[in-house]
């Protein structure tokens, strides 16, 4: 399988440079769960949400939140820096980018624009592993010298707007330097609204990396080395997921990161089946067609990028044909793509579907 079997032609304007107004404002594409060759699309508004789930189903959400991650200095030779914070590792420690003319060695300095230094302790790969002297805890400091790192596609420098927009109403452990986007759509008055329709809350933590935003190099899919992330899926949600089902109900991922973080829980059981089972750590799980998504019933989830491993994974999820058939469709119905863009409800190719009560 090749990275460019996962190409489309997108017009730059359908690319949101910004996010709606209301959140629950944006349009959602479901695609339904059929047997059909010729899938027939919904075009929805997403706070209809409700209407579109049954009491007794589980929403998952990644209650990861963004840190202001983007900062700017000065080496001593007088070079200027870009840094983007991947990862906080403690200690005023972090894992970073550098944007840099020519790299910096393991004991350069770093002058911050916002104040104290930055030195550079080692490099691995394209990462930096830096400390920072700033005088308070790095993340507390970074609240108020940092800035929001937006998606390189959105054209834009942040305004004051997006260090709550580009934030999820429900994030609550920092440590992502991407919002998890397919949450971005919910806001307070819908979430009421799906609890009193007896729909459920639960959350994992998925702390997004720079590495989204890194394009797949190889063409040969085999050869592509997945980025790192960090992961946390606990007993209890793993509890509510097994009442869940055993009630009849459905497990809907808010987001590819709620996808992998709970595959890459999956774990063998003493029979040899897959099962969910409690895990925090690293992962770099390649989810493309050919894998068997177990952990969820249902996907909600933004517009992708061209050929983009989070395209792979949906499209592992409902079909290759089908899921881009369904962006065929986006696009010519003017849908707006990417982090601030629509959403899409996905359900697998099934003979048997539950219908909302």
Do not use: C
Not at 52 to 76: E, M, S
């Amino acid at each position: 399988m090749k990275k460019s079997d996962f190409h489309y032609d997108l017009p730059p304007e359908l690319i949101a440079q910004a996010p709606l107004p209301e959140r629950s404002a944006s349009r959602l594409l479901v695609v339904p769960a059929t047997t059909n060759h010729e899938p027939r699309f919904e075009d929805r508004v997403f706070r209809d949400l409700p209407e579109l789930l049954a009491p007794g189903d589980l929403l998952v959400f990644n209650d990861t939140r963004v840190i202001p991650a983007r900062l700017f200095g000065q080496k001593t030779t007088g070079g200027r820096v870009e840094i983007l914070i991947e990862r906080l590792l403690g200690g005023n420690e972090a894992r970073a980018q550098l944007g840099v003319s020519k790299s910096p060695k393991a004991g350069a300095r770093i002058a911050l624009d916002a104040g104290g230094q930055a030195e550079v302790l080692g490099r691995d790969g394209e990462f930096y592993h830096l400390r920072f002297e700033v005088g308070e805890a790095l993340e507390t400091w970074l609240l108020h010298a940092g800035r929001l790192p937006l998606p390189p596609y959105i054209q834009r420098e942040p305004g004051s707007d997006d260090a709550q927009r580009y934030q999820t109403v429900f994030a609550r452990e920092v440590g992502a330097v991407a919002a998890p986007t397919a949450g971005l759509h919910f806001d307070e008055a819908l979430l009421a609204r799906l609890q009193a329709r007896g729909v459920e809350f639960g959350h994992v933590t998925l702390h997004v990396g720079a590495g989204t935003f890194q394009p797949v190099r190889a063409d040969s899919l085999d050869q592509h080395v997945m980025h790192s992330e960090w992961l946390n899926v606990g007993a209890a949600l793993i509890e509510q997921i097994r009442r869940t089902r055993a009630a009849g109900g459905r497990v809907v991922a808010v987001g590819t990161t709620v996808v992998r973080a709970l595959e890459s829980a999956m774990r063998e059981d003493e029979h040899g089946e897959r099962q969910l089972q409690p895990f925090a750590g690293e992962t770099r799980l390649f989810i493309l067609p050919g894998y068997a998504i177990r952990s969820v019933d249902a996907l909600i989830t933004n517009f992708h990028l061209p050929e983009s491993t989070l395209l792979m994974l949906v499209s592992a999820f409902v079909g290759k044909e089908r899921m881009f058939a369904a962006y065929d469709h986006a696009i010519r119905e003017r849908y707006r793509f990417f982090s601030y863009g629509d959403a899409m409800l996905l359900w697998p190719r099934r003979e048997e579907t539950r219908s909302p009560e």
